[in-house]
């Protein structure tokens, strides 16, 4: 006949009960299930405006222009906007200033505006100033 073990041979139950932590996992599941598309609508923005001073043009600066409709002027010529990075390297090379600046149209599509100043960078230039009017 086997032998009883006493109760001072049992070793202390060490489980770690999980049913608090998978409580609190879902609870915080089903918050950031409601927030999360409140997080992705738009918040409106008002925009600084700010004044800033005239800014001189020399009689040799590049100056690039985005019109209205998007078009890319190029020192007044017109340039079809895949070519403009060629155009600018082919410009930039014979110039002691690598200096572009850029005229834009307050109503010309923003990102007309943003792929003209990636090719003035990537067509060399190493300034990019940016051409307003007064208020």
Do not use: C, W
């Not at 070793?11 to 932590?21: H, Y």
């Amino acid at each position: 006949m086997p032998a009883l073990h006493s109760g001072s041979d049992r070793r202390p139950f060490a489980e770690i009960n999980v049913t608090p932590f998978v409580d609190v996992v879902l609870v915080l599941l089903i918050i950031f299930m409601v927030t999360a598309p409140m997080m992705q609508q738009g918040l409106e923005v008002d925009l600084p405006e700010t004044t800033s001073q005239p800014m001189r043009l020399q009689d040799d600066s590049l100056v690039l222009t985005v019109k209205k409709d998007g078009s890319v002027l190029v020192a007044n010529a017109l340039v079809p906007a895949e070519e403009l990075e060629e155009k600018l390297k082919a410009v930039l090379e014979g110039r002691e200033s690598d200096d572009v600046f850029l005229r834009a149209d307050k109503e010309a599509p923003y990102g007309a505006v943003v792929k003209v100043m990636a090719a003035a960078r990537a067509g060399g230039a190493k300034a990019l100033g940016v051409v307003t009017e007064p208020e």
